[in-house]
């Protein structure tokens, strides 16, 4: 079971406590000031039980922890930052935010068609914020896949059906 406790540092460490033959021990999964998704993600990979990150979020501000917001609320944060000092996005990336703003509680429906956002545009808006790395990643294994797909053969010769000539 894994814990939050505050050390004399004014930090905060994530424990987990197991059993031992001297007695109850805990040991240290990791130590932060503020509680973000990387430590968490440290936190899971260093336990031997399976640490939910809700829990967690829950046992820092039991302990009085501070817990930083989810990474889309510090984007929209400051996009509206920027927005308000007169910054502007690209046409069409405005556009996207729109629409999937506007259709975020409609997603069980289909989508609105007098909408200014092409299906196109819809189905690769998840690529915009991606880097470079992860795109090339996407089209390795895409190549992989198609690599991976049995070849049919040719046969010897292609027949056509006979085409009928008119006559006179």
Do not use: C, H, Y
């Amino acid at each position: 079971m894994a814990f939050i406790v505050p050390t004399k540092k004014g930090t905060f460490e994530i424990r987990e406590s197991r059993n031992t033959p001297a007695g109850p021990r805990s040991r240290t999964l990791a130590t932060f000031k503020e509680l973000a998704d990387e430590t968490i993600e440290k936190a899971q990979k260093r336990a031997t039980k399976p640490l939910s990150a809700d829990e967690l979020r829950q046992a820092a501000l039991r302990a009085g922890a501070p817990v930083s917001t989810a990474p889309v609320d510090r984007t929209a944060r400051d996009l509206l930052g920027r927005l308000a000092k007169g910054q502007r996005p690209d046409p069409m990336l405005k556009r996207l935010l729109l629409d999937a703003l506007a259709n975020e509680d409609r997603s069980d429906r289909p989508a609105d068609p007098s909408a200014t956002v092409s299906d196109t545009a819809r189905s690769v808006s998840e690529w915009v914020g991606v880097s470079a790395r992860e795109r090339g990643e996407a089209l390795e294994d895409l190549l992989l896949l198609a690599d991976a797909l049995p070849l049919r053969r040719r046969p010897e010769t292609i027949g056509f059906p006979p085409i009928p000539v008119p006559r006179p």
